[in-house]
Nanobody, 116 residues
């Protein structure tokens, strides 16, 4: 059973940066991809960034050029570097891992608040 634990959220001002971390424990043998999603109050959860097992990445248009997803295999950790943050980036950010057969595994979420 894989477990994901996020950290790194907080309160920042517009234009500042944050780095989110997602540490995974358990069997990652059938891992296909890892991703970050976010959900703002009243909105649906949306994909922010994704990195495949082979290292390919994909980003939501709203964060392209500002956010970077990366993975450190030795630490079983995925990161989301968020630069030039905007108030509209305020949301709960969730780490996600996609497995063959098992499907999606989610972390507990971490709050990111960007003040104007």
């Amino acid at each position: 059973q894989v477990q994901l634990v996020e950290s790194g959220g907080g309160l920042v001002q517009a234009g500042e940066s944050l780095r989110l971390s997602c540490a995974a424990s358990g069997n990652r043998f059938l891992l296909v991809a890892e991703a970050w999603y976010r959900q703002a109050p009243g909105n649906q959860r949306e994909l922010v960034a994704l990195i495949t097992h082979s290292g390919s990445t994909n980003y939501a248009d709203s964060v392209k050029g500002r956010f970077t997803i990366s993975r450190e295999n030795a630490k079983n950790t995925v990161y989301l570097q968020m630069n030039s943050l905007k108030p509209e980036d305020t949301a709960v950010y969730y780490c996600n891992a996609k497995f063959i057969g098992v499907g999606d595994v989610w972390g507990q979420g971490t709050q990111v608040t960007v003040s104007s």
